[in-house]
């Protein structure tokens, strides 16, 4: 067995040599400035430059760790071309220009190397988790041993929904979870999230099993000066988990949180909103050797590159074809498809070489880790786009990576993967009547009252923000300083970095150009098709008889346009009414006047609208968008024609593709608290199984 193991290794070794050769060969075809006079040469160059990177790169890595974290991988892109030119040196045969030719050659070979091994299905950094991130998880244990007991792994894949999941699996798209359904290891169901389906809500639910007041991603505390509070604000997000964390969470006993919003109370986080940390603390085995290593880096490098590209394909294609509905050019040109490449490609490689090395290090007995990457492109691309199906499949190969290395772990591992919440289809509500919610609302009120609409959320430009907030403010060095010192007029009272739309709606405001939150009268927020309308003069929530009595027009206006299935207020009289075109559903009596405005929506609408109202930040009034089922459509407030956060379609349909030994399907699971009941209960009899 040994022996079959060994020739194995040193077939792919060569077979991994001789794709190296060709990429090399290609390079010189391509680059003006790197000769090649015989395929001998290219061969032993490859060679050496490889003898050398295994001599020398652990030295190397050791000596300039730091820099290569605080550049972000580029000084391990600079160190390997100075190798590739070392090597060179050795050999007659090999002519090269400039080192901008050496930064060009060592990516071109990567990515034409990278391109075969795919081809030909060889899983071509698995020595490198074997021997470099295994090793280096195994010595940070120590002398401690390995549980017996399985450790429990959530994968989080924001934003899809069950019926898109299946389509995505029946197609091939993801052969990886297809092929555990089909070994019968683990089985499929779908729950339901809650009134408002979007991460801060659902993550909060499941990570600290309490998401009760939390109405929307964003919201206004208009009992402490109509501040907007944001799921994934530097500040906010520590201050939600603090009011919602009774310190007993999913992750709280030996857990470990990985790419979320919230921790769910774990004793290890990386790159967690709700504990947003210094670079400088996040030497982590795997997320240094992230860094610091040539293959990993250039390998995530080539993939953001051709992420780029792809981006800019698909819009033109659709520009071309004429696809409806999608977005234009205000939404995903400029810079915006490197913004995707981040969140699809750097933190989707960066959370997956974590986990890698969390699973040999097997120290801890249970992981939450969230891929953002579907979730951004469904969102601008479409929910069942070509492009949103290449993300999985992408993801998909994630998975995989993940599983092999649970077969080389110390200790059993059990995968769960699930989604936050699903996401809904249609044209926005500004392509479809030519104006934004907020348009609409003012045209219903007095000509003085100043509206602040907050109608964009922007999650991948969250995601950047977050790592230059990161860097901004925990490191001191010359990276941070830099960031620090060139961002430091775009950036928030809480010190956030804006960027983006954030950073455009900051400097609209500074100079007049739009009404700042604590000027306005009226605020109007946006969750996807879910609309929050605050009144900021009054610090308690008005009531429907008060609204009528101060703004008569208003609540006829909203109600009676088409693309407004229903609108949720509460009544002094009678309490939390939900008032459509046609009818009213009284939500504390089950009283319908009329026809029913929740007869298209799911059936537990009521129970999910009578707990919002409730909520200590519940807005004046909540709006949402029609929904239709025969064309399976509704209508953002947000410029997004894949969406979620309110009630319509599948964006309320999350799964859970679970072990078919936790028997999930023997119960319904309504709402994001339930399913965190029912998690903690299967991780602790996992660990009760040895």
Known sequence: MQDMTWQRA??????????????????????????????????????ISSIINALLWPLLSRVFLPFMVYTLGLATLILNALIFGLAANFLPGIHVESFWTLIAAVIGMSAVTMGLSTLLTIDDEAPFYR?????????????AAVASHPAVVFLEIDGLSG??????????????????????????MEWETDTSCQTGASQAGILLGNNADIPAFRWVDKANGNKIITSSGPKDAPMIEAAHSDGHGLLATNGASRTNLFSGDAGDTL?????????????TPSYYYFFSSPYQFIRTFVLFVGEIIAEIRNRRWQERENVIPRLGREKRGGIYPMVQAFTTIFLRDLTTHTLVGDIFAGTFDVEYATFFGYDEVAHHSGVEDPDAFRSLRQLDRQFARLERAAQHAERPIRF?????????????????????????IQGFLPAGIKIHDRLETDEGWDHVSLAATDVAQNDKKVIGRTVSSQSEKNRDADGRVLIGPEAQRRKAETKGEAVAADEAGLIVLASGNLGLVYFTDWKERLSLEEINERFPDLIPGLIRHEGIGFILVHSKKDGGIVMGARGRYFLDSGRIEGENPLALFPARSPQHLRRTDGFQFVPDIVVNSFYDPQKDEGAAFEELIGF???MGGNQSRPFVLYPKAWRLDQREIVGAEELSRVFKAKVLEEQQAA
């Open 163 to 188: 019926p898109t999941l299946q389509r995505a699996m029946s197609e091939g798209h993801m052969p990886t979870l297809a092929a555990w359904m089909a070994r019968g290891s683990h089985a499929l």
């Open 644 to 646: 979620h956060g309110g």
């Open 131 to 143: 021997n470099v991130v295994a090793r280096a998880a195994r010595k940070t244990r120590g002398a």
């Open 416 to 440: 769960a993967i699930l989604s936050d919440h699903g996401q809904s289809k249609g044209r926005t509500f500004k392509q479809r009547y030519g104006m934004t919610l907020k348009d609409y």
């Open 271 to 283: 790159l967690t909103y709700s504990r947003v940390t210094g670079l400088s603390k996040l030497y």
């Open 10 to 47: 040193v077939g792919r070794s060569l077979l991994i040599w001789l794709l190296g050769t060709i990429g090399l060969v290609v390079m010189a075809v391509i680059l003006p400035g790197l000769k090649i006079d015989n395929l001998r040469s290219a061969a032993g160059v490859v060679l």
